[in-house]
C-alpha cells in the first residue's frame, strides 16, 4: 500500500552534517505521521524524530533534541533528517518510518518501514 525510498546516508566525520530524504508513494493520503527510527549494531531500533504531516508538530529524541531538524514537504510526499554536529555514537542505520496514527515515537506504532540508510560517523 505504500513504499518508502530513502536517500542520503553516507559517512562523515564528526562535527559535520547530513541530510536524509524519505519519498513516499502510494497510499500516502492515509499516513497522519512521519518518522525516523535508527539501530546502531548490537542495539534495539530507536526513536530519533517524528512529524505530524498535517499540523508539522515534532518530536524528538533527548539524544539528538537540538541537533537534529526533522521536516516534511506534503506536496512532494517526503520528509527530511537534517543531522548537524555528528558524533560518532550516531553511526546506525537509520530508517523511515510511516504511521496512519498520530503516533509514531514507538516501532510498535509504525506501519511502513523504508529500507534504511547507513550512517556512519568517524572521530
Known amino acids: 500500500q505504500l513504499l518508502l525510498v530513502e536517500s542520503g546516508g553516507g559517512s562523515v566525520q564528526a562535527g559535520g552534517s547530513l541530510r536524509l530524504s524519505c519519498a513516499a508513494s502510494?497510499?500516502?493520503?492515509?499516513?497522519?505521521?512521519m518518522a525516523w527510527f535508527r539501530q546502531a549494531p548490537g542495539k534495539e531500533r530507536e526513536f530519533v524524530a517524528t512529524i505530524r504531516r498535517f499540523t508539522g508538530s515534532t518530536r524528538y529524541s533527548d539524544s539528538v533534541k537540538g541537533r537534529f531538524v526533522i521536516s516534511k514537504s506534503n506536496a512532494q510526499n517526503t520528509v527530511d533528517l537534517r543531522m548537524n554536529v555528528l558524533r560518532p555514537e550516531d553511526t546506525a542505520v537509520y530508517y523511515c518510518a510511516a504511521s496512519r496514527g498520530a503516533a509514531a515515537w514507538s516501532p510498535m506504532q509504525v506501519d511502513y518501514w523504508g529500507q534504511g540508510t547507513q550512517v556512519s560517523v568517524s572521530s
Open positions: 502510494g497510499r500516502t493520503n492515509s499516513l497522519d505521521s
